[in-house]
């Protein structure tokens, strides 16, 4: 079963680009937006501004919620994940650099990014490690969701 589960969530984010990803702001409220990632196996990596919101919301606090779905206009056919998750800035040169590699296999048009390491003043790399998994599939019943705990 968790084998089978593991395989679906790779299945998943094999599938997308994109997800929804919510920090903490300082006044407690969640801030949601939309970032591009890349995987290694369960753990994701995305990219954003030194000085965005983000940054600095997961500087203060490393906790994320995300989401990473599509569209589909029956709703018993809606298929994605959600996680609890902690988010890190990424520092070691050797993970930064296959983060951005993964980044740029994901994204092959995408050909503005600085490379192999960007400087920390221009882009800040960070890897989400996810805590809980839920598996989303209406197709085995309406709101059916499968946990996985990491």
């Known amino acids: 079963m968790i084998a089978a589960l593991q395989n679906q969530i790779l299945a998943l984010l094999d599938q997308h680009r994109t997800m929804s990803l919510a920090t903490l702001r300082p006044d407690g409220w969640p801030q949601a937006t939309t970032v591009g990632f890349a995987h290694d196996g369960l753990t994701l990596y995305f990219l954003c501004g030194p000085n965005s919101q983000k ?41 930064a650099e296959k983060a951005l590699r993964l980044l740029m296999e994901r994204y092959p048009e995408q050909h503005s990014l600085p490379g192999p390491m960007p400087k920390s003043e221009e882009l800040a790399i960070f890897s989400v490690k996810p805590e809980v998994i839920s598996v989303l599939d209406y197709s085995k019943g309406f709101g059916h969701t499968d946990l996985l705990s990491c």
């Open 55 to 95: 940054a600095i919301n997961l500087a203060r606090d490393d906790r994320v919620s995300l989401t990473i779905d599509h569209d589909t206009p029956d709703v018993m056919k809606i298929t994605g994940l959600s996680m609890a998750a902690h988010a890190r800035r990424v520092v070691d040169r050797a993970e």
